[in-house]
């Protein structure tokens, strides 16, 4: 394929320079006759400076425009970035032009018939001809590709909603691209002054709440939601006018998926259920995240989980010296290492097999690596599993986070953020009991040491293993029933690439001791995620998929709380990260007792003995409330 295509590139630019030379002789001569008059004096009087100058610039002018990679582009793609090549060329060709006539008429080489400003008019006819003839090559693509559409029977209308600068690419590439089969029809936006614009030769046709009369007056094959800041009420309303319509519709990932990222309509994918749920995006304060994480060695533990595997994503971005991508799941591991290093080629990751309860390894890592900071993801978290496995839960999350709370401090580092779970305030479950112990760990190390180590709370993650979400998608799939707990179960949502991105403004923000919450916003029933779920995979609840209620599980509470009852918390300088006070006062003097006690009974087997002990030392816990855990229950 390319043997065919290549002389064929080769034949398009000779033909450029054939018509460059043509326009050279033109300017030159047209410069003269626009500053002169025409008569009979003319050509003797003038003749030798114009002779003079067109072989200067039929010289000069085409080795300028070759060494500028004029003759390399196909200029069907042509956009304003080489528009300020062409103006670059003409004009330092002009320069070297002007430059050698004045040194000719300087030095008498020709006569005194040179007037200066025929180098300015020069210069002007030469950017217009030089840069008309390349975009007149893409003005007859586009056009032969426009036809070539219409004729296609394949052809898809697209309307495009939102006419920012993501609507713009996506539309740009539309029609570049024959190959897409896409044609845009118009685009939607509430922005007043865009209102009856066009974009790319695309009219705004309106705005979003007239979605429907659009679809319904004219042909539109299918709808591209092209906001990625956009909240998911505008995606939810856009979803479910199409789906009344009849309409396919698909959207660009969110602000903070696209975070590194290059918008283009190969993003576009299916609406999501994380789209519905998307929040407004808020603005990071890059110098503190920035201040804490550029030319710094970041080490994460569970770097192949879900959070950390996006963490590392995230921080490799602010250009960081080293990162230690640190798991117990070798294929999780090797994954998010060959991901990183693909997108981020010039950083430096080290894959580390290694398991937090390890404390020998833990502290020949950090002796190895020296981290200056360190993000502790590496938990278990599923809820049922942890009650039936209690003591895996206490050697995981307790000593686990311990272990590395004290290779970090042994080994100086700088800054330490955990990752926790809103199950830990007030816990019926032993997941969230561990977790808020692991809170204290941290704690207790940051005010004995003086040093920022922090925690982070938040909620539920869409999409994270374990999750809620793929189990809906797996029953959908097998057409149902869709299992839910009870029709009044409400948890707080938030997306990954949501989540770690206030993670890394709560990080930067910590002085020692702190427990930061990041604004959940409103908790979702669970119920609607699921009816959600059904519809976005074009089937109705209750008509196509049924959804069967199976009663609350061992350890679920019906809704989940932030921070104890009666406590307050502190606004910080991000909207959307808060800090609970209260919290970092109440750590016990005989912690470390306690989970050295945990140790010895979860090593022994004593579950029961280690879910009184829990509900002892932890606040708010009642974890022996609990039913037994029915393993059906889990799957």
């Excluded at 955990?418 to 032993?430: E, F, G, L, Y």
């Excluded at 561990?434 to 539920?460: C, D, H, Q, W």
């Excluded at 299992?483 to 990954?496: A, E, G, L, Q, S």
């Amino acid at each position: 394929m390319s043997r065919n295509t290549r002389p064929r590139l080769q034949l398009r630019n000779r033909y450029v320079l054939l018509f460059d030379l043509v326009l050279i002789v033109l300017s030159a001569l047209g410069s003269y006759t626009l500053r002169l008059e025409m008569g009979p004096d003319f050509f003797s009087y003038y003749y030798p400076g114009v002779i003079w100058m067109v072989g200067l610039s039929l010289i000069l002018k085409p080795l300028v425009f070759y060494a500028f990679g004029l003759y390399r582009r196909l200029w069907v793609y042509a956009s304003i970035n080489e528009l300020k090549i062409i103006a670059l060329a003409v004009t330092t060709a002009s320069i070297l032009v002007s430059a050698a006539m004045i040194a000719l008429f300087m030095t008498k080489v020709f006569g005194p018939g040179f007037p200066r400003s025929v180098l300015a008019i020069d210069w002007l006819i030469s950017l217009l001809g030089i840069g008309g003839i390349r975009f007149l090559f893409r003005l007859l693509a586009e056009s032969r590709a426009a036809a070539e559409k219409q004729k296609d029977g394949r052809t898809r209308r697209v309307l495009v909603i939102g006419a920012g600068d993501a609507g713009a690419l996506v539309v740009r590439e539309m029609q570049k691209n024959p190959q897409l089969n896409m044609i845009p029809a118009g685009f939607l936006d509430d922005d007043p002054a865009k209102q009856r614009h066009q974009i790319h030769n695309v009219p705004v046709v309106g705005k979003l709440t007239d979605l429907g009369r659009v679809l319904d007056n004219k042909r539109i094959d299918e709808v591209f939601i092209a906001i990625p800041s956009a909240g998911g009420r505008v995606v939810r309303m856009v979803t479910d006018i199409c789906r009344l319509k009849g309409v396919p519709f698909h959207t660009m990932p969110g602000l903070y998926e696209l975070i590194g990222g290059k918008v283009s309509v190969s993003l576009l994918r299916e609406v999501d259920i994380a789209d519905l749920l998307r929040r407004e995006p808020v603005q990071i304060q890059t110098e503190l995240v920035g201040a804490a994480l550029s030319g710094k060695r970041i080490l994460v533990t569970g770097a192949g989980g879900s959070i950390g595997r996006e963490l590392c994503r995230q921080i490799a971005r602010w250009g960081p010296d080293q990162m230690v991508l640190l798991g117990h799941g070798e294929n999780s591991i090797f994954e998010a290492t060959l991901e990183l290093r693909e997108a981020y080629p010039a950083r430096t990751f080290q894959p580390v097999i290694a398991d937090v309860r390890d404390l020998p390894r833990l502290e020949a890592i950090f002796g190895s690596f020296q981290p200056q900071v360190v993000f502790h993801a590496a938990a278990h978290k599923h809820v049922p599993l942890m009650e039936s496995n209690v003591e895996e839960a206490i050697t995981n999350n307790v000593i686990g986070t311990r272990n590395v709370v004290s290779t970090a401090t042994a080994a100086g580092v700088e800054r330490l953020v955990m990752i926790s779970t809103d199950k830990a305030i007030r816990p019926v479950n032993v997941m969230g009991a561990t977790k808020r112990l692991a809170e204290m760990i941290v704690l207790e190390a940051a005010r004995r040491t003086g040093r920022p180590y922090s925690v982070v709370r938040f909620g539920n993650v869409l999409g994270s293993r374990g999750s809620v979400v793929p189990l809906f998608k797996h029953q959908i799939a097998r057409g149902g029933p869709v299992t839910v707990t009870h029709p009044d179960m409400k948890r707080y949502f938030m997306t990954i690439p949501e989540a770690v991105h206030l993670v890394l403004q709560a990080a930067s923000m910590g002085q020692g001791g702190e427990v930061f919450l990041l604004n959940m916003g409103q908790q979702v029933r669970i119920l609607d995620l699921a009816e959600d779920l059904i519809r976005l995979s074009g089937l109705e609840p209750g008509k196509d998929i049924e959804i069967a209620f199976t009663g609350i599980r061992p350890g679920e509470k019906l809704s989940e709380d932030l921070w104890e009852e009666g406590w307050t918390y502190q606004k910080t300088a991000h909207p959307d990260v808060f800090r609970v006070e209260e919290e970092e006062a109440n750590i016990p003097a005989t912690l470390q007792e306690t989970v050295d006690e945990l140790l010895r009974l979860a090593r022994q087997g004593k579950a029961e003995s280690i879910l009184a002990l829990l509900d002892e030392s932890v606040p708010g816990a009642s974890v022996r409330t609990s039913p037994p855990p029915d393993l059906n229950s889990i799957v």
